[in-house]
């Protein structure tokens, strides 16, 4: 499978001293993000820049404190973003996708599912998933409020290997650089600790004053989900085509388990909502062939379940086979039983797609 890199370009990079968008730099990142793609590679954006780009477009110098004008500013500005990626990739004549997120979509699990399939979807099909904070609708409550944070959620919605965060500052010290021009560039951090946060600083201490804390909040939620994470100069863009092809740059913080060993830890973990019954043929197809489980192989619906949840799978006259993440609710599933995939919307009115429990939601039980 191809393998799925998140690109996390700050507002500090992508704007010049008038905080108007800079083209130009946006174009070398397009550029290298195109020549990935040749090699095979999957690429999603995260960018920063609306309210940046909103205030240089409405002539605000300074950033307003009432929430209205700043989510004004945002649904100026994110046009604008948008326009200009969109613009830039299709100089190579790679098409763009729009993906506006709150945390709210990414903390109930059935919206979770949905965005990410929604994702998966436009990687599929080979179109750039280009993400922002939904900033023009999005009050406290309910935001991510930076997007370090947003890229690593993004990172595990994509079921992405690696997070590069391209910023304004080279990587992690291991004392400030500001002060003291001895500090050294930390390469690889294999775990975050207690010394690693405080290197970080806080927001107007120590490192942070460029946002060092949000970036390793952010390589804490990847590394855990098993995705690699770099933070890195966005100011030198070459530095991005050398991390996509394997060279070392920035700071690079090492996964702290496989995504595999993460999804089974999850799954082990999680109680399981309810019971499907699958006939010798489906039990086969999961344990002999590595396949998902298809409505068609149902025999019988136990519990009352969301979309989302985890359930057992269950062969006739044996313990539980499989566990894994459900696409579709008890009650759709009851109607789908021993049914064909073709029918699905026909019989229950929507679709998310032919299969029950997905291969790669699954984990084979004693295995
Ligand atoms: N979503 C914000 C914007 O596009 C940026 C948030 C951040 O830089 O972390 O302006």
């Known amino acids: 499978m191809a393998r799925t890199f998140v690109v996390k370009l700050g507002t500090s990079i992508l704007t010049d001293e008038n ?34 780009a909103g205030r240089a477009r409405l002539g605000f110098p300074e950033l307003p404190r009432s929430v209205a004008n700043r989510q004004m500013l945002a649904a100026v500005g994110q046009i604008r973003l948008i326009q200009i990626w969109e613009q830039l990739f299709d100089l190579y004549n790679i098409r763009v996708g729009q993906m506006l997120l709150t945390r709210a979509d990414l903390e109930d699990r059935e919206r979770f599912l949905n965005a990410r399939d929604m994702l998966r979807s436009l990687l599929d099909r080979g179109v750039v998933p280009v993400i922002n904070e939904n900033d023009a609708v999005a ?21 992405a290997e690696s997070l590069l965060l391209l910023t304004d500052q080279s990587g992690l ?21 207690d010394k690693i946060r405080a290197l970080a600083g806080g927001s107007v201490s120590g490192l942070g004053t460029g946002g060092m804390s949000t970036k390793i909040q952010a390589a804490e939620i990847a590394t855990r989900a098993g995705i690699q994470v770099v933070i890195a100069s966005g100011k030198e863009p070459e530095l991005l085509e050398k991390i996509l092809t394997g060279s070392p740059a920035g700071t690079r913080f090492t996964p702290s388990a496989s995504p595999l060993e993460n999804r089974k830890r999850w799954l082990f973990g999680a109680p399981p909502a309810g019971d499907l019954r699958i006939d010798a043929g489906a039990a086969l197809a999961l344990s002999e062939k590595g396949g ?45 039983a021993g049914r064909h995939s073709n029918e699905i919307f026909s019989l229950i009115g929507y679709e998310y797609g032919p299969v029950a429990v997905h291969r790669d939601d699954l984990i084979l039980l004693g295995v």
Not at 24 to 52: D, H, K, N, P, W
Not at 142 to 158: E, F, P, T
Not at 178 to 191: S, T
Not at 294 to 311: D, H, Q, S, Y
Request: glycine share 8%; with cysteine; hydrophobic share 40%.
């Open 19 to 52: 905080l108007a968008l800079n083209r130009e730099r946006m174009l070398e990142f397009v550029r290298y993000c195109a020549r990935a793609r040749r090699r095979g590679q999957r690429i999603v954006l995260v960018t920063s820049g609306a309210i940046a």
């Open 139 to 159: 009050t406290n409550e309910i935001r991510v409020g930076d997007n370090d944070n947003l890229s690593a959620l993004a990172a595990v919605l994509a079921g």
């Open 292 to 336: 998902s489980l298809l409505p068609k192989g149902i025999t019988g619906v136990e519990g009352n379940f969301p979309r989302g949840a985890v359930v057992r799978l269950i062969p006739p006259r044996r313990g539980p086979l499989a566990r894994g993440v459900t696409q579709y609710n008890s009650e759709a599933l009851s109607l789908l």
């Open 173 to 193: 010290f291991n004392t400030d650089p500001r002060f003291h021009p001895e500090a050294e560039l930390i390469a690889q951090v294999d775990r975050i600790d």
